[in-house]
Every structure is written in structure tokens, then in C-alpha cells.
């Protein structure tokens, strides 16, 4: 069974410092995995998705990396804002089924 | 494009009833939909996926007989919740799968708060 794992959990940073949140899996035969942000009380929207081929993928101010083999990704966000504040959560697909971190709550201070 | 709704955004009711949540693509049509639940500061738990015309296939542990699922067309999923009572209260999300299916990408409802007095 798939077990994904967001470390931190919580991570409080000032207006414009880089934010890195890791993601790892413990199934490296993943045929995707994807990056969604969630706010308080509402759904998720979709930042990025890499493709198991691929190393990474960039999106504005937001790049995510997949090293397959090692289980593991990291999402980027450059020159926090303070809207960037949400819970970001990574998901892995295999067997057609998506498998959820608990998510890393990120709070972007003015 | 890709846009998926859930009706209602929010639903309160008493324990013992029954509560039906919606999900539509609006602008594709899904061959697969999928219903999660999601409690405070936790993350989505799959509880089944839904394909059109065929019975849902659930998650261990989610009983089938209290979580009903119908997904009687390509745009329309609904999750009925029966004789629901206080530990059912929790977010419940949707999401869809387009006609190529197979490994693409899910798009996610804004979901449903449901409690239960």
C-alpha cells in the first residue's frame, strides 16, 4: 500500500524567503504525481503535475522535482507572499488511484 | 475548462436522515469519478470510485450500504449518505476523470461540508 509523507507538517516563513515542502512516497512504481493547494474550508486546485518521466515542472514562481527512484518530491515556491499561505498537498497515482500526504500548512508572514 | 461542481456547498442535517451530494463535470464528459472524505487537518481518504453505467468499487473499510453512489451519467456522480449520524460529519470531495481515463488527470469538486446534529 502506498504511504505518502509531507514533512514539515507546518512551516511559518517571512514575506519573500523561498518556501521547499517534501514529499516521499513509499512505492517508487508511480505513474505520476501531482502538487494541489488547498485553503481553509474550500477544495483543492491543481499547481503542478509531473509525469513519471519527468524531473520536474515549473509553473510561475513554483517548480516541483520528482526523483522516482528515491521516492521522493520537492515543491518550490519563489519569493513567498503572504497569499501563498494554504495547506499544499502532494498526491501519487498508481493503480489508478490517487494516494494523499497529510500536507504541509505553510504561513507566509507580511 | 476542466471545471467539476458539487451541490451543496454545505449541508447540516439530523442524525437518522439521509443526505444526497452532487458532483458534475461541466464542460467534460467523466467516465470515472472518484468521492473522498477529508477531516480536520487531515488528509483525502479515497472511499470508492465510481464508473459510468457499472457499481462503484469502495475503498476497505467504507460500508457500501451507507455510502450510496450512483453514476448514472457521464456528467453526474451523487454520493447518498443514509441514516447519517454525528461521526459521518466531515468534507466530502469529488473528482473526475475525463473520457481518455486511464492515468490522467483528476479534477477536483470545491466540496461538501456535511454535519450532522
Known amino acids: 500500500k502506498q504511504e505518502v509523507t509531507q514533512i514539515p507538517a507546518a512551516l511559518s516563513v517571512p514575506e519573500g524567503e523561498n518556501l521547499v515542502l517534501n514529499c516521499s512516497f513509499t512505492d517508487s512504481a508511480i505513474y505520476n504525481l501531482q502538487w494541489f493547494r488547498q485553503d481553509p474550508g474550500k477544495g483543492l486546485t491543481s499547481l503542478l503535475l509531473i509525469q513519471s518521466s519527468q524531473r520536474e515542472q515549473t509553473s510561475g514562481r513554483l517548480n516541483a522535482s520528482l526523483d522516482k527512484s528515491s521516492g521522493r518530491s520537492t515543491l518550490y515556491i519563489a519569493a513567498s507572499q503572504p497569499g501563498d499561505s494554504a495547506t499544499y498537498l502532494c498526491?501519487?497515482?498508481?493503480?489508478?488511484?490517487?494516494?494523499f500526504g497529510a500536507g504541509t500548512t505553510v504561513t507566509v508572514r507580511a | 475548462g476542466a471545471v467539476v461542481s458539487q451541490h451543496p456547498s454545505w449541508v447540516i442535517c439530523k442524525s437518522g436522515t439521509s443526505v444526497k451530494i452532487e458532483c458534475r463535470s461541466l464542460?467534460?464528459?467523466?467516465?470515472?469519478m472518484f468521492w473522498y472524505r477529508q477531516f480536520p487537518k487531515q488528509s483525502l481518504m479515497l472511499m470508492a470510485t465510481?464508473?459510468?453505467?457499472?457499481?462503484?468499487?469502495?475503498e476497505q473499510g467504507v460500508e457500501k450500504d451507507k455510502f450510496l453512489i450512483n453514476h448514472a451519467s457521464l456528467t453526474l456522480s451523487t454520493l447518498t449518505v443514509t441514516s447519517a449520524h454525528p461521526e459521518d460529519s466531515s468534507f466530502y470531495i469529488c473528482?473526475?476523470?475525463?473520457?481518455?481515463?486511464?492515468?490522467?488527470?483528476?479534477?477536483f469538486g470545491p466540496g461538501t461540508r456535511l454535519t450532522v446534529l
Open positions: 473528482s473526475a476523470k475525463g473520457l481518455a481515463g486511464g492515468h490522467n488527470e483528476q479534477f
Open positions: 498526491a501519487v497515482d498508481n493503480d489508478y488511484k490517487l494516494s
Open positions: 464542460d467534460f464528459q467523466a467516465t470515472t
Open positions: 465510481s464508473n459510468e453505467g457499472s457499481k462503484a468499487t469502495y
